[in-house]
């Protein structure tokens, strides 16, 4: 034992601890999305492959082993969307993450769900983190315009021709309306939720961005973010949470201002 650990050498306690970081990082990164059950699934058939070995299941190893052999490609074609996800943010280290909200703009953002909600008008407002959501901006309208609740609330209007689809706010301005975005394909997303709510989670599954998503039949305001969707019953705790994301460990100073003001509820 003594030997063993006089071999070690400083490299080999450097790469340990780089591969354990890795392991850690991908923890993370697969935490709470469905690729958890594929990983599970993959490991089932390992300890599969390993019970026919011993037991020798000639047949059964023989048909595992195959599978096995072509490991990789499966792993890369099941956990595409985790891979990219992941490659993209170590593209964009987290030290070199600029701040694209400001405190006004995601009151203005709240407020505009409020105001969305009171109506039962659905929507799906996108705030662009690191990973740049160019894909997606192609095929919407182009509108580079100031973050207000009243153009948030004209643009998700049903009369609206730019209602269907995303609004996704990059760089503190409201970039594009009208943005096609992925559906989530997890088979354990609640039958409750429609095709808005699978975008907003489809989404951030892909990407690190905050999707704001107001359902128009429950009035209900959630907010999905890696693969996982969360709803707010209470406004300042969404402006809350939403500063807590883009401005960490910034104490809020600021309470949001009420959905009335600036645009009149339809009597």
């Known amino acids: 034992m003594i030997e063993t650990i006089r071999s070690i050498r400083p490299l080999d306690i450097v790469d340990i601890l780089i591969v354990s970081y890795l ?17 599970l699934g993959i490991t089932s058939i390992l300890l599969l492959y390993f019970v026919s070995a011993y037991f020798e299941l000639q047949t059964l190893r023989v ?19 985790e891979i990219r996800r992941g490659l993209a943010r170590m593209g964009k280290p987290r030290f070199f993450h600029t701040k694209q909200s400001s405190d006004n703009d995601l009151e203005e953002i709240v407020r505009a769900a409020s105001l969305l909600a009171r109506r039962h008008l659905g929507a ?25 609740a009243e153009l948030l609330l004209a643009i998700f209007q049903t ?42 989670l489809g989404l951030s599954e892909e990407t690190d961005a905050i999707v704001i998503v107001v359902s128009e039949e ?50």
Do not use: W
């Open 23 to 39: 392991i850690y990082r991908t923890l993370l990164l697969i935490r709470g999305t469905r690729a958890v059950q594929m990983v």
């Open 63 to 81: 048909l595992l082993k195959t599978f096995l052999g072509s490991l990789l490609v499966v792993i890369v074609i099941l956990f595409q969307a």
């Open 124 to 148: 799906l407002i996108v705030l662009e983190r690191d990973n740049g959501l160019r894909d997606f901006l192609e095929g919407g309208f182009r509108l580079d315009a100031r973050i207000q």
């Open 159 to 200: 009369s609206s021709p730019m209602h269907d689809g995303g609004v996704i706010i990059h760089k503190q301005r409201i970039h594009s309306s009208g943005c096609l975005l992925p559906l989530s394909q997890n088979p354990n997303i609640d039958k409750r939720y429609g095709t808005r709510h699978r975008a907003a």
């Open 218 to 267: 429950t009035q209900t305001i959630s907010l999905a973010r890696n693969g996982r969707l969360t709803p707010f019953k209470d406004e300042a705790q969404l402006l809350s949470t939403l500063k807590a994301i883009f401005f960490p460990g910034k104490k809020a100073s600021r309470r949001p201002r009420s959905p009335r003001s600036g645009v009149k509820d339809a009597a």
